[in-house]
């Protein structure tokens, strides 16, 4: 009995034993549609060269050889991502893959394509060595010469003379960015955990490795562990309750017995299936391992910190493509998983969207730094895309893939602007050194006040086509008072964004104000994508509405 | 030969762009290639003429559909034009006056540095009012009526060294920003009554509309109309805006874009004849913009500002007509085009005296002109006659029909309007008579003076260099500016008898604006006869008064009236006063209430958010064990209320 315990935690199309047959034939060899996988493997397999890079590679060559690499693994994968969405894998043809790990649909190719799109943009600023003044001759990035010398230590000294880069970050990141590939397509609970774990101890690594502030950089990795350690616990602890309930980790199954329409009872699981307390308990649970990683409150807190401490690369890429990946799991957990449990999940989820909008916008108004800000600005668009997703129509979902691409690009420009304007110390971040920043440097300021702006969902950017796709998607949903308090957490958000814009251009520089680098090619071609992205979504966003309603149907 | 519409606007639009685009390097060439343009424009328009006189009456609609510019569900604004009877006579006087006036600038404005850019100014004009006649639909047509605002605002201020012109520039904007939103009104009743922009269907099914909405629409066109043509009230800007070169107050401020108002009108005829209480506006517009004009034109000494009062009256005269109903529309559009002509050539011979005269416009400062430019004084005087409505001249024909349809228009009113008809008649034979014997009659004022005192300043740049203190030599302009005169004047003079022989005019524009005989209660040789009268009458006072005493060089005080007139019968004054010191007023108050009311809740707001945000901002205090408590604490409250909910 025991066999099929294991058997139904792999496959759910097998259909149950017949007696006298061994057991041993019942195990069906597994098939795997590699070609659908590629987007994954590629990653995955150039972050494995990755690391024989850093293993055989001179260390001259190495920047240029993970560079190189990075963007070229990620290009391919996303031309892949492409060839799949032209091959029909996201409408007509979407099916489950890989023994039923995998979900192939229009959904997983958009959050896909989006992720891609968004980390080869966050390699590029990964990549900027022009910013930081070079340090004894070499030129270095913002991350740290050598993580493991203690901070201010004579080891680091040595390092940095030496002229030590961390060229792993960028394996690092392919590694982080393959979690976060399979994480929305994950179609098992086991599988979304593991997609989670290989997203986020990458993660949690780079957050430690800032060149500059490194003792902050320590401090905010080590709480965003432990605090993801601890929301995985919970996220384990509610996947083992749901396989209680359903006997099966698959979607579908648990789908079915949440529906009431299975029959057959897994004589072993007999005492406790079918218990609603279990399923209750289990996907709140699950929910809330996955509103820790979008930073919902009060699963927010980590949030400020981490965004802080990471060296900013590192912050703009989470904040966009982590947060895809996340809100893709979301929305397929409630919207195959957990359908039949619509009416108990739905008023939970409106409280925490409301207190998420209003949290987020309210306290970013008293923030003094830019990055913080920043933080409780992501705060807030959580909750308006948790309105969208909670909408429970086609439409939310729809609504949901738009947002997230669209506020992606605008959040690594956004970072990517962050990092030019420094001082002294490194990044200027505090608030008051950016007054008077729109005399100083008038473009930088400009390209900053456009992000802002469509942060604000100011029309004819994107964060207007997004946020009206999501609050109208929400209307129609029947949530009407989540849109009410969306306008009404917008119109406090647009307060601080446009705070900073005032700041900028109608304050008077400091005599000490902060200096603006110019970046290189990266990074300029990083904020540019940012702004190109920004205003094509605003001024046409049709198409790419078009293209997020097309890939708005899950294959069940 | 629908095809041909499009290439019609294009010509001087190209021309504009090219010019103003070129750079100086098109400074030598610049007034050709706006020239050659304007007169590609005409010939298109000439083709296109002969073209639709080879169709049936019926058959003399074209339509070019070039695309959809804005098609959104039920929206549709397309860029498509219509070429009918009624835009083919503007085609015609827009394009052959325009490219005659673009001759005449070749000579006037040949001292001038930046006449590049004027003739991109002028092609600009022309492609916007091509595009205004020519719209299929109230959006485009809405898109050329901006377009020769813009131009006729850049041509005002063309001189923008002098505060006077940039001044009057701004005002012409403002004042016709009034208009404007009326138009933008209308449009979007009309889209809301009939769900389209596109003259076919709204005119079709005009009839339909219940007489309310009708109304509503009708009296924003006209107010469109009155800020476009100078009719009271939005009048104000017309007199300031001969701070443009003559040429240009000559094209776009007589001939063509002022009339632009008729043209709406007489287009929406369909709407207005189905709302009598807008038509009753309209004519009431236009009957007292007809002696205000007038009056205003009679105690003028600039010789410009005469005219323009004139222009004002002549289009009041239109507006009367059109407000008739179609006992009106073909008479207003006939007046129209022989307006065009005369009053063309009118400021053509204005400016070539100004050219001869050292730039002075003060007629105080002229007399006895007639010897030292003949060819001016002749074509002058011709299109004197043709506008008092000298018998036989263009000017009569169209005259008199409009007064003979005022007097049909039945009742009372129909008295009031003819007796206001006649009695601006004679007020247009006395003011241009005035003018007429104070610029080529009489002694020769200017002798041993000097021209353009400083304390006013010359209206044009080049006199500066010329030396303003020189005793002027009168003489004649040279011959690119005295050919267009001269063609003008024919207009002048033949065009009225061509166009009401065998009322070849009105079968011409029936199909279009439709047309009803209308039956004065007096008989039709009696208005005539008044209306000689009448004529005759205006030259008498006037002779008496300027021709047979010497006129002085200083202005007499005058009567209350005659003072009140040279300031333009207050207009400007009452614009102040109610206007501007009450949008003042209502400023103020506005500033106070949202002072006090508006900030107040605003501030009082945005302050108790931002004790919110310090409170709540105590939260985050930096330690991961508070976070780690309050992530357990939000799962045991998610948890809990989850199960909350199933047990409710």
Same mark, same amino acid.
């Given at each position: 009995m025991s066999v099929t315990a294991v058997h139904s935690l792999w496959t759910t199309t097998a259909a149950p034993g017949s007696p006298g047959v061994p057991a041993i034939d019942r195990i069906p060899a597994p098939t795997i549609e590699y070609a659908q996988l590629a987007p994954v493997l590629i990653v995955v397999g150039a972050a494995v060269l990755g690391i024989l890079v850093e293993a055989f590679v001179p260390r001259k060559g190495r920047y240029h050889a993970q560079l190189f690499l990075s963007v070229v693994a990620l290009a391919a994968a996303f031309a892949a991502v492409v060839a799949l969405a032209a091959g029909g894998y996201g409408t007509t043809k979407k099916h489950i893959a890989a023994m039923g790990a995998i979900a192939m649909d229009g959904p997983t190719l958009f959050l896909q394509g989006t992720i891609l799109l968004a980390s080869i943009v966050a390699v590029f600023t990964f990549a900027e060595r022009r910013l930081?003044?070079?340090?004894?001759?070499?030129?270095?990035?913002?991350?740290?010469?050598?993580?493991?010398?203690?901070?201010?230590?004579?080891?680091?000294? #040595? *390092? /940095? =003379?030496?002229? @030590?880069?961390?060229?792993?970050?960028?394996?690092?990141? $392919? &590694?982080?960015? %393959?979690?976060?590939?399979?994480?929305?397509?994950?179609?098992?609970?086991?599988?979304?955990?593991?997609?989670?774990?290989?997203?986020?101890?990458?993660?949690?690594?780079?957050?430690?490795?800032?060149?500059?502030?490194?003792?902050?950089?320590?401090? #905010? *990795? /080590? =709480?965003?562990? @432990?605090?993801?350690?601890?929301?995985?616990?919970?996220? $384990? &602890?509610?996947? %083992?309750?749901?396989?209680?309930?359903?006997?099966?980790?698959?979607?579908?199954?648990?789908?079915?017995?949440?529906?009431?329409?299975?029959?057959?009872?897994?004589?072993?699981?007999?005492?406790?299936?079918?218990?609603?307390?279990?399923?209750?308990?289990? *996907?709140?649970?699950?929910?809330?391992?996955?509103?820790?990683?979008?930073?919902?409150?009060? &699963?927010?807190?980590?949030?400020?910190?981490?965004?802080?401490?990471?060296?900013?690369?590192?912050?703009?890429?989470?904040?966009?493509?982590?947060?895809?990946?996340?809100?893709?799991?979301?929305?397929?957990?409630?919207?195959?998983v957990l359908p039949g449990l619509r009416w108990d999940w739905r008023p939970v989820?409106?409280?925490?969207?409301?207190?998420?909008?209003?949290?987020?916008?309210?306290?970013?108004?008293?923030?003094?730094?830019?990055?913080?800000?920043?933080?409780?600005?992501?705060?807030?668009?959580?909750?308006?895309?948790?309105?969208?997703?909670?909408?429970?129509?086609?439409?939310?979902?729809?609504?949901?893939?738009?947002?997230?691409?669209?506020?992606?690009?605008?959040?690594?420009?956004?970072?990517?602007?962050?990092?030019l304007v420094r001082d002294a110390g490194g990044e200027a971040t505090h608030l008051s050194k950016w007054a008077g920043l729109g005399r100083r440097s008038p473009l930088v300021a400009a390209v900053f006040a456009v992000f802002l702006l469509a942060f604000a969902g100011i029309p004819l950017t994107s964060g207007f086509s997004g946020k009206f796709a999501v609050f109208k998607a929400a209307a129609d949903g029947g949530a009407g008072v989540l849109v009410v308090v969306g306008v009404i957490a917008s119109a406090i958000a647009a307060f601080f964004y446009i705070r900073v814009i005032v700041l900028m251009f109608f304050s008077e520089p400091k005599p000490e104000g902060p200096t603006v680098a110019v970046p290189s090619a990266l990074t300029t071609a990083a904020i540019g994508v940012g702004v190109v992205v920004t205003l094509v979504l605003g001024v046409a966003p049709q198409y790419f509405l078009e293209l997020a309603g097309q890939a708005g149907g899950f294959v069940r | 030969m629908e095809n041909l519409i499009a290439p019609l606007i294009a010509a001087p639009l190209l021309g504009a762009a090219v010019l103003l685009c070129g750079g100086r390097r098109l400074d030598r060439a610049g007034h050709w290639i706006g020239t050659v343009l304007a007169g590609a424009s005409f010939v298109i328009g000439v083709?296109?003429?002969?073209?639709?006189?080879?169709?049936?009456?019926?058959?003399?609609?074209?339509?070019?559909?070039?695309?959809?510019?804005?098609?959104?569900?039920?929206?549709?604004?397309?860029?498509?034009?219509?070429?009918?009877?009624?835009?083919?006579?503007?085609?015609?006087?827009?394009?052959?006056?325009?490219?005659?006036?673009?001759?005449?600038?070749?000579?006037?404005?040949?001292?001038?540095?930046?006449?590049?850019?004027?003739?991109?100014?002028?092609?600009?004009?022309?492609?916007?009012?091509?595009?205004?006649?020519?719209?299929?639909?109230?959006?485009?047509?809405?898109?050329?009526?901006?377009?020769?605002?813009?131009?006729?605002?850049?041509?005002?201020?063309?001189?923008?060294?002098?505060?006077?012109?940039?001044?009057?520039?701004?005002?012409?904007?403002?004042?016709?920003?009034?208009?404007?939103?009326?138009?933008?009104?209308?449009?979007?009743?009309?889209?809301?009554?009939?769900?389209?922009?596109?003259?076919?269907?709204?005119?079709?099914?005009?009839?339909?509309?219940?007489?309310?909405?009708?109304?509503?629409?009708?009296?924003?066109?006209?107010?469109?109309?009155?800020?476009?043509?100078?009719?009271?009230?939005?009048?104000?800007?017309?007199?300031?805006?001969?701070?443009?070169?003559?040429?240009?107050?000559?094209?776009i401020h007589a001939a063509t874009m002022v009339t632009a108002g008729v043209y709406l009108i007489t287009r929406s005829g369909a709407i207005f004849n189905g709302a009598p209480d807008a038509q009753l506006v309209v004519v009431v517009v236009g009957a007292v913009t007809l002696l205000f004009g007038a009056i205003v034109g009679c105690a003028k000494d600039d010789i410009k500002k005469a005219l323009a009062g004139s222009t004002m009256s002549q289009i009041g005269y239109m507006i009367l007509a059109a407000g008739l109903g179609p006992i009106g529309y073909v008479f207003a559009i006939m007046h129209l085009v022989t307006h065009g002509f005369f009053k063309a050539g009118l400021f053509l011979g204005a400016g070539s005296v100004m050219h001869g005269m050292n730039d002075e416009v003060d007629m105080r400062k002229y007399g006895g002109l007639r010897k030292y430019m003949p060819v001016t004084f002749v074509t002058f005087g011709l299109g004197y006659l043709a506008i008092i409505g000298f018998p036989g001249l263009s000017g009569f024909f169209s005259k008199d029909k409009i007064i003979e349809a005022a007097f049909a228009k039945g009742g009372t009113e129909g008295w009031i309007l003819g007796g206001v008809a006649l009695l601006g008649a004679a007020i247009t034979a006395f003011y241009m008579t005035r003018v007429m014997l104070m610029t080529f009659f009489g002694e020769e004022r200017w002798r041993g003076r000097e021209t353009a005192s400083p304390a006013e300043p010359s209206a044009?740049?080049?006199?500066?260099?010329?030396?303003?203190?020189?005793?002027?030599?009168?003489?004649?302009?040279?011959?690119?500016?005295?050919?267009?005169?001269?063609?003008?004047?024919?207009?002048?003079?033949?065009a009225g008898g061509l166009f009401s022989f065998g009322d070849s005019f009105v079968r011409w524009l029936e199909p279009v604006t439709g047309y009803a005989h209308g039956h004065p209660p007096i008989s039709a040789a009696a208005v005539t006869t008044a209306t000689v009268v009448a004529l005759v009458i205006g030259v008498a006072v006037a002779w008496l008064m300027y021709g047979r005493v010497p006129v002085p060089v200083t202005a007499p005080r005058g009567s209350l009236l005659t003072r009140a007139a040279r300031r333009d019968l207050l207009q400007d004054d009452f614009n102040h006063v109610v206007l501007v010191r009450g949008g003042e007023h209502l400023t103020r108050s506005l500033v106070y209430v949202d002072h006090t009311l508006v900030d107040g809740v605003v501030n009082g707001t945005a302050a108790s958010f931002g004790g919110l945000s310090g409170r709540l901002r105590k939260l985050q205090n930096g330690y991961a064990r508070s976070y780690a408590v309050t992530m357990f604490g939000g799962t045991a409250v998610l948890i809990a209320a989850t199960l909350l909910m199933r047990a409710v």
């Open positions: 930081d003044p070079e340090a004894h001759g070499n030129r270095v990035d913002s991350f740290v010469a050598q993580a493991a010398a203690v901070p201010g230590g004579e080891g680091e000294k #040595a *390092a /940095v =003379k030496a002229g @030590l880069t961390t060229t792993e970050v960028f394996p690092l990141a $392919l &590694f982080a960015v %393959a979690g976060m590939l399979v994480f929305p397509a994950a179609n098992d609970l086991l599988t979304l955990f593991i997609a989670l774990e290989v997203l986020s101890l990458p993660l949690y690594l780079l957050c430690a490795l800032a060149r500059r502030k490194r003792l902050m950089s320590q401090e #905010a *990795a /080590v =709480k965003y562990f @432990l605090l993801g350690a601890f929301s995985s616990a919970f996220l $384990l &602890f509610g996947i %083992a309750l749901l396989y209680g309930y359903a006997g099966s980790v698959s979607y579908a199954r648990i789908a079915e017995v949440i529906g009431g329409s299975v029959q057959s009872v897994d004589p072993a699981l007999a005492d406790t299936m079918g218990n609603d307390a279990l399923l209750l308990i289990g *996907a709140a649970l699950i929910l809330m391992g996955l509103l820790f990683k979008v930073g919902a409150v009060p &699963f927010h807190m980590w949030t400020p910190d981490v965004y802080q401490g990471a060296p900013t690369p590192v912050t703009g890429f989470m904040a966009a493509a982590t947060k895809v990946a996340a809100f893709g799991a979301l929305l397929r957990l409630l919207y195959v989820m409106w409280a925490v969207v409301i207190v998420t909008m209003l949290g987020g916008a309210i306290v970013a108004i008293t923030q003094t730094d830019i990055k913080r800000l920043l933080a409780y600005s992501s705060i807030a668009h959580a909750g308006f895309i948790l309105a969208g997703v909670i909408a429970a129509t086609p439409d939310g979902v729809s609504s949901v893939l738009f947002y997230l691409a669209a506020y992606s690009f605008v959040t690594i420009g956004a970072f990517a602007v962050v990092t | 083709l296109l003429f002969a073209d639709l006189l080879g169709r049936g009456a019926e058959d003399r609609t074209l339509h070019q559909h070039l695309f959809s510019w804005i098609p959104v569900g039920s929206f549709r604004a397309d860029i498509a034009f219509q070429l009918d009877q009624l835009s083919m006579t503007f085609v015609l006087l827009i394009t052959g006056v325009g490219t005659l006036i673009h001759i005449y600038s070749i000579g006037y404005m040949e001292h001038d540095e930046r006449r590049r850019r004027f003739f991109g100014y002028l092609n600009l004009f022309l492609a916007a009012m091509l595009l205004l006649v020519l719209a299929d639909n109230y959006l485009l047509l809405y898109m050329g009526w901006e377009g020769v605002g813009l131009a006729s605002y850049l041509l005002i201020g063309f001189w923008q060294h002098k505060p006077s012109a940039a001044t009057a520039a701004k005002k012409a904007f403002l004042v016709n920003r009034v208009g404007d939103l009326g138009l933008s009104i209308a449009i979007m009743l009309m889209f809301t009554t009939f769900g389209t922009f596109a003259f076919g269907p709204v005119l079709g099914a005009a009839g339909d509309a219940s007489e309310g909405k009708l109304t509503a629409i009708g009296l924003m066109l006209l107010l469109a109309a009155c800020g476009k043509s100078a009719q009271v009230p939005l009048q104000s800007w017309l007199g300031d805006a001969m701070e443009g070169p003559t040429p240009v107050s000559a094209l044009e740049p080049a006199a500066e260099e010329r030396g303003r203190h020189a005793e002027p030599h009168p003489h004649e302009s040279p011959k690119s500016m005295t050919i267009p005169m001269v063609v003008l004047a024919f207009g002048s003079v033949f």
